[in-house]
């Protein structure tokens, strides 16, 4: 069965930047759609970002839209989140999640598999 495992959270200053990355196992990223999501506490889960198996075919979130960058990298099997200019209200758990979605990228149930977590914090 395929993992996922992020990685690189951490507790940072606002206006800093941040990558955290999900890297995969016995699962090939390459064909595959990768999405992150976050979740702050008493919120629910949001989508944050989207790549496809064209890595030009990306989305974003109206919330991080032109502050973060998704990529995936085949030679380690790793995709990656890149976040600049973090907010307070970036503050959450980021998860990633791999599958064969077509469309609806920005749902998280269109995923077939998950990662635990990172936390990612975000202080004023």
């Known amino acids: 069965q395929g993992q996922l495992v992020e990685s690189g959270g951490a507790l940072v200053q606002a206006g800093d930047s941040l990558s955290v990355s999900c890297a995969a196992s016995r699962l090939n990223l390459t064909p595959l759609t990768v999405g992150w999501f976050r979740q702050a506490p008493g919120k629910d889960r949001e989508f944050v970002a989207s790549?496809?198996?064209?890595?030009?075919?990306?989305h974003y979130a109206d919330s991080s839209r032109g502050r973060f960058t998704v990529t995936k990298n085949a030679r380690d099997n790793t995709a990656y989140l890149q976040m600049n200019s973090l907010k307070p209200e970036d503050t959450a758990v980021y998860s990633c999640?791999?599958?064969?979605?077509?469309?609806?990228?920005?749902?998280?149930?269109?995923?077939?598999?998950w990662g635990q977590g990172t936390q990612v914090t975000v202080s004023s």
């Open positions: 790549i496809g198996a064209n890595e030009r075919d990306t």
């Open positions: 999640a791999a599958g064969i979605v077509r469309r609806d990228y920005d749902i998280f149930t269109s995923y077939r598999y």
